[in-house]
């Protein structure tokens, strides 16, 4: 697909870092599975990964955690 970004570069299937914060909670998930763009960078996550990664980080927000270092396991 084309970077909705950079409008130039087409995505690959790759492996990502996504960072998220919510208030006071940093969540940092390695080994994301993605679609990156070959010239900017930008990574685009598939509705099932975008759902479980955000489920993650929304649980750890819940416990109260400020930084907390995960890595997506299929």
């Not at 870092?17 to 996550?45: K, S």
């Not at 479980?52 to 955690?65: G, P």
């Amino acid at each position: 697909m084309k970077c909705v970004i950079c409008k130039t570069g087409q995505t690959h299937p790759g492996i990502t870092t996504v960072t998220l914060q919510r208030d006071n909670t940093v969540v940092v998930v390695r080994d994301v599975p993605a679609e990156i763009c070959e010239d900017c960078g930008e990574y685009y996550l598939s509705e099932p990964v975008a759902r479980r990664v955000y489920a993650d980080a929304d649980s750890t927000a819940q416990r109260h955690v400020e930084v907390e270092i995960q890595r997506y396991a299929a």
